[in-house]
């Protein structure tokens, strides 16, 4: 599990563990307000970037993936 810690219209910064499994080019399902455990929310595919450090924190930089109209619909709320 991981944290959104920059977001953009376009991708985000996920504060995340090292993974071994997860490599450079993989897509991913981010699920953004999760209750507490785990389900609800809204979903956005991403396609991962970049790995390694950001402002003291390790993760991966992300672009999203999909249909951009759903992308921008779950997002708009989180870009205002």
Do not use: H
Not at 24 to 43: A, C, M, N
């Amino acid at each position: 599990s991981g944290q959104v810690l920059d977001l953009s219209a376009n991708g985000a910064f996920i504060s995340a563990p090292k993974t071994p499994g997860l490599k450079v080019g993989s897509e991913l399902t981010v699920r953004l307000e999760p209750s507490l455990f785990g389900w609800g929310g809204k979903t956005v595919g991403v396609k991962v970037m970049w790995q390694g450090e950001k402002g003291g924190s390790y993760g991966f930089g992300a672009r999203f993936v999909g249909d951009t109209a759903s992308v921008a619909s779950v997002l708009q709320r989180y870009l205002k």
